[in-house]
């Protein structure tokens, strides 16, 4: 499966759409119009998620985007936990990263109540 977006694009095995009533600020357009005209609400990739936006890459096994607060949530497995790549900002492991299609922020958590791991790697600029 492939979402297309202005902030980038995201492949996965698998995508799940849902629709709303409402209207969003900004949505990633859907390839086959809804004749109820319902808009985008959110959308579940899983299996193999590999996100690619300008300068940030990003792979895990399940991405939550909601289309309200334009926020990105990557998450994975105990094995193979989501892990991005950002031109400015390093390369970023943790239980579930979030981020924002409107900036460059990333947040971090590490599984359950502080006893997870969390791995930055960032560097200077001469």
């Known amino acids: 499966m492939r979402m297309l977006a202005a902030t980038g694009d995201v492949r996965s095995q698998r995508a799940t759409v849902f629709l709303s009533q409402r ?9 086959s119009a809804d004749p109820s005209g319902r808009s985008l609400d959110h959308v579940v990739l899983s299996d193999n998620v590999r996100l690619l936006q300008p300068g940030r890459t990003g792979t895990g096994e399940q991405l939550l985007y909601t ?3 334009e926020n990105f949530v990557l998450t994975g497995t105990a094995g193979h936990l989501p892990h991005i790549v950002d031109a400015q900002q390093g390369s970023v492991t943790g239980s579930t990263l979030v981020f924002n299609a ?3 922020t990333i947040v971090v958590s590490g599984e359950g109540k502080g006893k997870g791991r969390v791995r930055t790697e960032t560097s200077t600029q001469p």
């Open 23 to 31: 209207t969003p600020r900004t949505t990633p357009q859907i390839s």
């Open 67 to 69: 289309a309200a607060t």
């Open 102 to 104: 409107g900036d460059s």
